[in-house]
């Protein structure tokens, strides 16, 4: 009976495998890990530090004075001044049209719901310089509404509304897609829990729906944000590049740049490049807030 116990403990050790060979077993040979890393490190040495480092050396080459002027020259203030005004009204149209579009194909199911979240996904696929030739045919003054617009004295091609609508088209899907699958993955149970209870819609959406989505939908807003700041190819089209009106930051930095006023557009590429780390900032801050709560109740 002995014997049989100890062969019995003897073979089930051998068929069960250790702590330290199960990790062998699923984990990859350090060379691989290293070389991994190492490539991983390179890539972003090459195409992203050494692009940063170039842009800030051309920008404070000659110093802060020479920074600091060509920042506040009256230009480069308008074209600051037009990319935060265009900002402030694209994300919260944005934000408007990601929630609904989100509640709408995560808690009700209906005819379309495909098509629509084909045409949600629709500026991912369209080239910007496509998308600002379309706006050209719409509104532009040989276009299918541009003599309504002419004769009641409304501009949209090559002013600010073109480059809002423009910038808003490029946009759309980044809140939109931050928050389907999310509401997809939560389900409506606590929603249709707090209706039955007697909450009507709107405090249903503020007091369940909401706070469930907060940090995707904070994580949507800073990713629009960062992509109608930087956007460039569907602006240049309607736009019309007009010094002082119609240039945004990433215009304004290729007038400088082609007119051999390297200082100049390397200063307000720097600029530009500290709003974009100022946002990955904010984006990483957002990620540690969102996976706190996570991590304690894992650890729990």
């Known amino acids: 009976m002995t014997s049989s116990v100890v062969y019995a403990n003897t073979t089930e050790s051998a068929v069960q495998p250790t702590t330290a060979s199960w990790q062998r077993a699923t984990e990859e040979p350090a060379w691989v890990r290293w070389t991994l890393i190492g490539v991983a490190l390179s890539f972003l040495a090459l195409f992203l530090l050494l692009p940063l480092m170039v842009v800030l050396y051309g920008a404070f080459e000659q110093g802060m004075t020479v920074w600091w002027a060509a920042i506040t020259e009256p230009d480069a203030l308008a074209a600051i001044r037009l990319s935060l005004f265009v900002v402030a009204i694209v994300v919260p149209l944005n ?159 290729e007038v400088l740049y082609n007119e051999y006023m390297f200082t100049a557009a390397f200063a307000v590429s720097s600029l530009l490049t500290g709003l974009a780390l100022l946002t990955i900032v904010i984006k990483s801050v957002v990620e540690w807030c969102d996976e706190r709560p996570k991590s304690a109740l894992r650890s729990s």
């Open 95 to 253: 934000v408007v049209f990601g929630v609904a579009a989100s509640w709408a194909i995560a808690k009700f199911d209906f005819r379309g719901k495909p098509i629509l979240i084909s045409l949600i996904d629709m500026p991912f696929a369209i080239s910007p310089v496509v998308v600002g030739l379309i706006f050209i045919i719409l509104f532009g003054s040989q276009g299918w509404l541009g003599a309504w617009l002419a004769a009641h004295d409304i501009r949209i091609i090559f002013a600010v509304p073109g480059i809002v609508i423009v910038i808003a088209f490029g946009t759309m899907p980044f809140i939109a897609r931050e928050l389907i699958p999310l509401m997809q993955q939560q389900g409506k149970e606590e929603e249709e829990a707090s209706l039955t209870l007697g909450a009507s819609g709107w405090k249903t959406f503020w007091h369940v729906t909401l706070p469930n989505i907060k940090w995707g939908l904070i994580y949507g807003v800073i990713l629009c944000n960062a992509r109608a700041l930087g956007e460039f190819g569907a602006v240049a089209v309607v736009s019309g590049r007009i010094r002082g009106e119609t240039n945004t930051m990433p215009l304004h930095i």
